[in-house]
């Protein structure tokens, strides 16, 4: 599965900016406003997947605003992909992309199957994982990806990070099975390279996409 996600895209490195329009600014129109010219400037920059992960919004309020998302997603890239975080339903709905599922929540199989029953194509599907056995049941439960946190000191929440040799065995067991893992948690330009050195796919990140110029972030993400 890895080698064939990497056939959609142009660059080796995966990079997933995941969504947090409360960090942007105080009102909710300010919000809004902000994280829509953030995802058009994401896609054109050539960020491969944005999940849309704003968990405090009703159903309602998280499909109009994934329909918004999907419009900015696709007026400003061919390749990116929109994942909605948890709720397969709105996914699905809005014509997103795929969803991502938070370890303990629905399985992939239950997610994936609603799909076939819309008759919608194969949906790209996210887990979060916390550990290699995380990583082993996603890959098992038929996941597309999974991304393991934090690997790095969260200064903000005081949360340790697991390091970056637990990273490498993780990544190393499932690149045997061809089964993507990205990095998330504390991940900047510093050590993202780092990252990628221990095996990731690739890196997430909310405030690594959030914060400054997207374009240039990108940029120096997939320098040689």
């Known amino acids: 599965m890895l ?15 995941i969504t947090d329009r409360k960090g942007l600014a105080e009102t909710d129109a300010q919000q809004r406003g902000i994280l829509l010219r ?18 405090d919004l009703s159903s309602r309020e998280l499909e109009r605003l994934a329909g918004e998302v999907l419009r900015a997603v696709r007026d400003n890239s061919t390749t990116t992909k929109l994942l909605i975080n948890s709720r397969a339903d709105v996914a699905l709905a ?20 609603l799909w076939m029953q819309s008759g919608d194509r194969r949906p790209l599907i996210g887990v979060s994982a916390h550990s290699s056995g995380d ?6 439960q038929g996941a597309d ?3 393991l946190a934090p690997i790095f000191e969260k200064v903000q929440t005081c949360r340790l990070g697991i390091g970056l040799e637990p990273l490498r065995a993780a990544c190393a067991e499932a690149a045997a099975v061809h089964f ?6 504390g991940v900047t330009l510093s050590n993202a390279r780092s990252c990628i050195e221990h095996g990731a796919a690739g890196v997430a990140g909310i405030r690594l996409f959030q914060q400054g110029d997207v374009l240039e972030t990108v940029r120096r993400l997939r320098a040689p």
């Open 3 to 17: 080698a064939a996600l990497r056939n959609t895209i142009t660059s080796a490195m995966l990079l997933y900016y």
């Open 180 to 185: 993507a893992v990205l990095a998330l948690g």
């Open 145 to 147: 990806f999974a991304v």
């Open 135 to 140: 990583v082993r049941d996603a890959q098992a």
């Open 38 to 55: 953030r995802i058009a400037d994401a896609a054109r920059a050539g960020v491969d997947w944005i999940q849309l992960r704003e968990k």
């Open 94 to 113: 809005c014509g997103a992309d795929g969803v991502h599922l938070p370890a303990g929540e629905i399985a992939v199989p239950e997610a994936r199957a």
